[in-house]
């Protein structure tokens, strides 16, 4: 199984950054890092995705180690809307993907 | 930005009747999956759906339940025979035709079986 390690739970001043580690030992050479997070009462979001290189968007950056068994999220300043359950993922099989039971954010303001 | 819509948001339906949860993916997406949480714990894969079939299912996903793209843009999951234990948010999701590509999700239909 293509599983990830994660704290169960981080906490963070508001405006500060942020960053959530994921590990991933077991992940194939071809198999994407993908994040996602959820917001309580909601479906997953898409956050990022990330194959080798590290990644920004406008939401976040993901850092890629170079063995790529390791992987962090990170929120450049995290607010109070970021507060959520955010998900390291790999796929299993195909398009299918396994969701580990993630990390709780708190943002403190 | 295009969404994933769910409907109902909340369906109640007595123990043993048939439910039908519905979706409307984004419309340039090819490939459909339902995942099911039950309160409080993980998000689980149930299917996914591209082409016109099922290409992978999970052990959850048995007899009692079904998928259908009826029609261009619907897809629909379809629970059998509800059990007690089928109480859960059912996600659905979907993404471009390649592998390894983001899964959009919807914001759930919250199934209470009575």
Redesign the interface.
């Known amino acids: 199984d293509a599983k990830t390690t994660q704290p169960n739970s981080m906490e963070s001043n508001e405006e500060e950054p942020v960053h959530l580690p994921c590990n991933h030992s077991t992940i194939s050479g ?3 890092i ?1 994040w ?1 997070r ?1 917001l309580p ?6 956050v990022i ?1 990330g194959l080798t290189s590290n990644v920004n968007n406008r939401m976040a950056s993901l850092a890629i180690a170079e063995d790529r068994k390791s992987s962090t999220l990170i929120l450049h300043r995290a607010t109070l809307r970021d507060a959520a359950v955010y ?1 390291c993922i790999l ?11 993630g990390t709780s954010l708190t943002v403190i303001p | 930005e295009p969404e ?1 819509t769910q409907t109902p948001s909340h369906q109640v339906t007595q123990m043993g009747q048939e439910v039908i949860l519905r979706c409307v993916p984004i419309s340039n997406h090819l ?1 459909f ?1 339902w ?1 099911r949480q039950i309160l409080g714990q ?4 149930l299917v ?1 759906f591209y082409n016109n079939e099922i ?2 299912k ?1 052990e959850i996903f048995d007899d009692q339940f079904s998928v259908e793209r009826p029609d261009g843009s619907n897809f629909t999951l379809k629970i059998r025979s509800t059990k007690l234990e089928d109480s859960a948010m059912y ?1 659905c ?1 979907s ?1 471009e035709d390649r ?2 590509q ?7 239909t919250r199934l209470s079986i009575l």
């Open positions: 071809t198999d994407y993908h996602y959820q009462s909601q479906g997953p979001e898409y995705h998900y796929r299993v099989t195909g398009n299918q993907f396994y969701f580990g039971t | 994933v490939y999956y995942y993980k998000v689980e894969f996914s290409s992978e999970s996600f999701a993404s592998a390894n983001p899964q959009h999700f919807g914001d759930g």
